[in-house]
């Protein structure tokens, strides 16, 4: 019997007015397992990963975290969210903090850490994403590829259970995306469950253990990379995929 | 008397000045009293307004708007009249001190406000979503995360409020505030030499010069590199 999942969405859906933005997901994933979401702009992927943490409201279905549906009004949101690292496209780190002071605010604020152990926890995240040099330095002075691997560390730093990731290479220089995805690679193998919603082909047939096509709302098709890549079962998915040919 | 010695017997006349010394200090007091609780009051009840309007409640923030438009609208002036003149009719007395006081505070905290909401507005979503994402509260989000770039943001135009209705205290007179101007206008007058109003200037350049360096200096240093 497989261990229960840590990211369980029941028929969710989303809509805004007249317009449905997810029609009904569902979706499992399990501990450690790194889950790709790919799919034309549009498609709800976005939607999908914003409601896990609830910085989107569903408008039916449920999100199951560990077993507790956080849709629930009575759901602590933000005792939730510290077991839910996300990642976003633009980055968004603080500009008025230095970069150890962006990893560490939530230890701070919400965890009630000292400054001591705060800082100790904040430079160990940093080294994991190697820019414990970069400490003192403010988000401004960095690369876009740095500024994202502090965007990890300052999820990472928390412990969560599951990461969620907002196409965290899509707004970075091409010389740049590397680096980021190596990092994502290193917390994979480090046992990290993860959803990636990326537009990186070749990350995800390295590195997912299953790729998520979506269209439309809703998911089309699922599987190992090498299926949903090599061989796909739906038209939609084969016609998508083909834009990408020649990449990755 | 030539024409320089003319000029400086009428407006830097030492006897006259010495006349008036003690009533220009005591003006100068009264304007530094008054400019610096306006100032706290105004700075104080702009940043609740910013951050009750922040919590974008429909009839609050429709409420806030009404308020700052109309403190923006009206002229300080008739504020301050109103306060002392009109409100004893329905059994509320105040001073000139506390009239003038009252006024100038509800028209800076209106201006704090939308300077501040105006830097609130100038961030991105992304920063109160990331903030949100890793456990902080509404609250939390707001005070570690929003209002310091909003206040970074807002500063310049912040300190110019400040001075604006700082030397508006002056008005005050209109309600016999014996404020720095005041005195040293009845003081010209006694005279019949306007010395007091040199010395009154002198304490204006005193009193504002080194709020526009403070100012200045708060900027440099808020100035994250970018």
Known sequence: ?248 | MSGLQRFLDTFFNAEVAARAWPDILRGLGITVGVGVAVTIAGLGLGLALAILRATQRGWLSGLIVVFVDVMRALPPLVVIIIFFFAFPLIGISMSAFTSTWLALSLVLAAYVEECLWGGILSLPRGQSEAARSTGLSWWQCMTAVILPQAFRVALPSLTNRVIAVGKNVALGSVVALSDVLNNAQSATSNAGNPTPLTMAAAAYLVIFIPVMMGARRLENRMQWRA
């Open chain 1, 1 to 248: 019997m497989p261990p229960p999942p840590i990211l369980e969405l029941v028929s969710l859906r989303k809509s805004y007015g007249a317009l449905d933005v997810l029609r009904g997901i569902d979706l499992r994933v399990f501990p450690g397992e790194l889950v790709c979401v790919v799919g034309p702009s549009g498609s709800g992927k976005s939607s999908m990963l914003r409601c896990c943490n609830r910085l989107e409201q569903s408008t039916g279905g449920q999100v199951m975290i560990d077993g507790v549906d956080i849709t629930r009004p009575d759901v602590d949101i933000n005792a939730v969210r510290q077991q839910i690292g996300m990642v976003f496209q633009q980055f968004n780190l603080y500009p008025h903090l230095t970069v150890l002071g962006n990893v560490t605010l939530a230890l701070r604020k919400v965890q009630g850490k000292g400054s001591v152990e705060a800082d100790t926890l904040g430079l160990a995240a940093l080294e994991r994403v190697g820019l414990a040099d970069k400490a003192r330095a403010y988000p401004a002075q960095l690369s876009g590829g740095q500024q994202q691997r502090v965007a990890i560390a300052r999820a990472v730093v928390l412990q969560p259970k599951l990461m969620l990731f907002d196409e965290p290479t899509s707004a970075l220089d091409p010389e740049t995306v590397g680096e980021v995805l190596k990092v994502m690679k290193q917390l994979r193998d480090a046992g990290m469950t993860m959803l990636v919603v990326t537009h990186e082909m070749g990350f995800a047939r390295a590195a997912a253990d299953r790729v998520i096509f979506m269209d439309a709302g809703a998911i089309v098709e699922q599987g190992p990379p090498a299926e949903v890549f090599g061989a796909p079962k739906h038209e939609r998915t084969r016609a998508f995929l083909a834009r990408f040919t020649g990449e990755g």
